[in-house]
């Protein structure tokens, strides 16, 4: 994983949020687990059916679950030689809280092995636990050949265990594993694809948000900066006003030259005003151009001020007359 990976999850599971994904995503698993996503054929047919029967093995399953009925009973039978122990290991979560019988044929006899999975059954119920497991399997090799009929004998056993109280009486109840399954496969992808979704989302989110805040600050900064070009040129054409009115009241070469300079400097900033007064402040491109348009009226502005009639040289001044008392 890269560096950059492990940083950013650090920092989402750093985050209230962050550890309710992981307390969710811990649910789901556990879900998952109960619910048998890890189950092996044995235990996935036994979560829902009182009797399993190996590939091979002949046997009326839908008779062999009349005969067992609600009791709390599961028969597994499987094929010659196999690991009877190993049976009842997988079904212990699957069929928990129920007496299993784990047979197989040998030759004219079945092998045998019960497990008792009743509650307590490894503190104050073991030995009630162990009398089920050696009581339950008792006459089936009467009927190797006929196992419908060795169900019977099993059922019959482990009524005589309820009615000796060694097994707690009640119906077995059966919880189809399909809308487990679909739970929590709808929890995990739940929690995952809107921890993910959220978690994507709220990134872009900020960058979005801080891309349009750059861009705001940028838009207000060249909208500031036009505005004060503005003031500046405006600040000029006032100064420069005064002396277009000195300028009228002469009639020198220099002074029609500056009114004529002047003039056509006032033309263009009655048009560049109308263009500050329409333009979107969000047009960063028109902004821009408009503070250009600005600077350059601001130099011909200053080119005019340096053309005034009181920059005029001396010689070109008119003489001023003294009088003698």
Known sequence: MRPSVRRRLGTLFDTPFGLAVLACAALAGWALWTGGALDGPIARQVRTSSVYAAPGVDLDRAAAERIIGNRRLVVVLLAPGADRRDACHQVEHAADGTVVLVMSRDGDE??????????????????????????????????????????????????????AGTVPDGARTISPSLPRFLLAVAAIVGVVA??????????????????RRSRRDGHADGRSALSAAAAVLAQQIIDLDQRYAQAQRRARDTDQEFARRYLRLTSDYAALLDGITAVDGDDETAVRELTER?????RRARSVAGAGPETLPAADRPARRVSRG
Do not use: Q
């Open 294 to 298: 600005v600077d350059s009226l601001s």
């Open 194 to 211: 809107g921890a993910t979704a959220l978690w994507l989302g709220g990134r872009r989110a900020g960058r979005l948000a801080a891309t």
């Open 110 to 163: 079945y092998d045998t092995y019960g497990c008792a999975l009743l509650p307590g059954r490894d503190k104050e119920n073991f030995g009630r636990a162990a009398v089920a497991e050696m009581t339950v399997g008792r006459g089936v090799d009467t009927f190797a050949d006929r196992p419908l009929e060795a169900l019977k004998v099993v059922t019959v056993n482990y009524d005589l265990l309820v009615k």
